[in-house]
DNA sequence: GCTTATATTGACAACGTTGTCTATGGGTGG
DNA sequence: CCACCCATAGACAACGTTGTCAATATAAGC
């Protein structure tokens, strides 16, 4: 590789000379400059950034280890958030995947500290709770949707309280009365608060909270394998009294309520309104009426955790993140 | 931050044989690499990988240049077989997500030079052709689900006229002897690709080829807004001689093929066979029906790209990556 | 017990930069 | 004409490692 010492022989020079020039010091003569710059660009020289950071200990990479955002079909987007603010202070992601492991996430936190980062991300894929390694402490470090019950980390989080009210409240708006909400694996963080915000916004338009309404999705894993909400439409259309709208826990639910409300002769969009969540992309606008539901803020979260981590404030606690309302049509009814 | 100085002070001995504990080295007294070891644990030292790589001029990262792969619903595995391949490798990998934007690719390039990286895999979330300006080739370089006209580097595509073969010799296999096909936007490579396999697999089994089953789907742009197959099934509905099964272009126009059929009193897996392209998960397990498809082979590209930038074999051709077959039941009938 | 081989350790240079200080040269002011 | 200042350039050390070689200590062979 051609170094600094390199272009200040060819540019028959001292090679503290180049250095200045590349660092724009404006004690160098015209003359010299462009002859140094001409060397450069035959020599095709860059700056060794590991040579640079032994000098200034800075190494503007920021990590960003994540259980498997970069797997999944969505939640992509948090890294991009991530990255778009790092780029905006030239600042640098390393990336790495450590799909639930901890022996791998012991490795990547080793790899990571080894090249100085000077802050660290750990998202998750979907909203929980994770363990952080102590270790992870001796860097600036912030917690993107998910959170730790033990650390002080700075955490951000989706609002999923907030958008489960939203998503009701919509429905209430356009004038029903029978909500129905179709809900995640119990087990999952987001299931009890959207539904907590589901209650709420019931209560704030003085509608009563029907227990009845409430069923569960099968949602077998997170794995993109296949989940259902079959069951919860049967037990739905067997009520003596019918829901008018359904909140589905996620778009996958929604697409296949589209489908199942069809063999009862109820159309969505004529007969039956919905909202959702997720916002995937893959199926909310491609469904007809298309899918109003709430996004989720990946990309905001992405931005504010990386914005966090150089900010002057000093905040180790929670931060929700609002869900974009994504409104389609499927909230109304004859449109 | 704490370095082999530090240590060695702390245990009383040159920061030389730390630095021979630290690499293993045999010829360290037991004793003495105890008491280093213990000072290492005491300090937490880590050594910096920086002056490391400045001594054996080995950065360890591999670079990832993608235009949108993070972004989108899809294609991460792509960065996931890199990465798998590459940590089995002792490396890391440093993501840039540039957005079809020649100036930050620009920019990305002299940043991951700048750090020396040992390879580059080049990425598109989307088969197409790319421009890689020529400095990308000062370094082992690969391109992943993209191609180069001009520039002589290797290469790793689907193989989408395998995938179009496989998709209808399936459907033919089930006796169907009128099968459409409903095509991606005509300027996407894909499209003609694996159209080109749907005429050989009618061909091999003697099968006519009828242009008036092959419709294009409205395919607005890859930017994730919708996409419509309604136009497609119409045109296919009012055939004298209607079809019996469909190839469809992608996931998201089977789910729309799955609806759209219904109000010709049609249901897929019982008066219809359906195959496609892509197995997203959000779509193809959620289906009633599961729908049988081709899935974009990300992540075999991934592995094969990084495999290839240290193998001995320098061959600079392209390598076509076969679609794996996902097999659910919407291509048979009456299951 | 003395020589010699071997095991263990340390001194020093080097990697490619940048920071600090010094040297050179020409111009300015008295 | 001399002292001084400013513009420009170079010498050298340092960052944290590892490679090379020399130094020391210990053990083995006679």
């Given at each position: 590789m051609v170094s600094i010492k390199d272009v200040a022989k060819h540019a028959g020079i001292s090679f503290k000379t180049v250095s200045r020039v590349v660092n724009n010091d404006?004690?160098?003569?015209q003359e010299t400059r462009a002859k140094v710059l001409q060397s450069i660009e035959v020599l095709n020289y860059r700056p060794n950034r590991a040579a640079r950071m032994m000098r200034n200990?800075?190494?503007g990479v920021i990590g960003f280890i994540s259980d498997e955002v970069v797997t999944?079909?969505?939640?992509?987007e948090l890294l991009l958030g991530a990255q778009e603010i790092a780029n905006q202070q030239g600042r640098v992601l390393m990336v790495v995947n450590i799909e639930q492991d901890r022996r791998r996430l012991q490795q990547a936190l080793d790899m990571l500290l080894e090249r100085r980062i000077e802050g660290l991300v750990f998202a998750s894929y979907f909203h929980r709770e994770v363990e952080v390694p102590e270790?992870?402490?001796s860097v600036p470090s912030v917690l993107a949707n998910c959170f730790s019950r033990n650390a002080g980390v700075a955490t951000f989080l989706p609002d999923e309280c907030q958008a489960g009210q939203d998503a009701t409240r919509l429905l209430v708006e356009q004038g029903h009365q029978r909500i129905a909400f179709i809900t995640?694996?119990?087990?999952?963080?987001a299931t009890g608060l959207r539904l907590e915000g589901y209650r709420q916004a019931l209560q704030q338009a003085g509608l009563a909270f029907d227990p009845q309404l409430v069923v569960q999705g099968e949602?077998?894993?997170?794995?993109?394998e296949p989940s259902s909400a079959a069951s919860a439409i049967e037990t739905l259309m067997q009520l003596?009294?019918?829901?008018?709208?359904i909140v589905c826990g996620k778009d996958e639910f929604a697409m296949q309520v589209y489908f199942l409300l069809l063999r009862y002769g109820l159309q969505v969009g004529v007969d039956i309104a919905i909202t959702s969540f997720d916002n995937q992309l893959l199926i909310a606008p491609n469904l007809t009426p298309g899918l109003t539901t709430m996004a989720l803020p990946h990309l905001e979260m992405g931005r504010a955790a990386v914005r966090h981590?150089?900010?002057?404030?000093a905040d180790r606690g929670t931060t929700l993140v609002p869900f974009p309302l994504i409104e389609r049509e499927s909230h109304l009814l004859n449109p």
């Open positions: 404006p004690a160098v003569r200990q800075r190494s999944r079909p969505y939640a992509g270790e992870m402490l995640l694996h119990p087990e999952i963080v949602c077998l894993n997170e794995a993109g003596d009294h019918r829901p008018t709208a981590l150089f900010s002057s404030d």
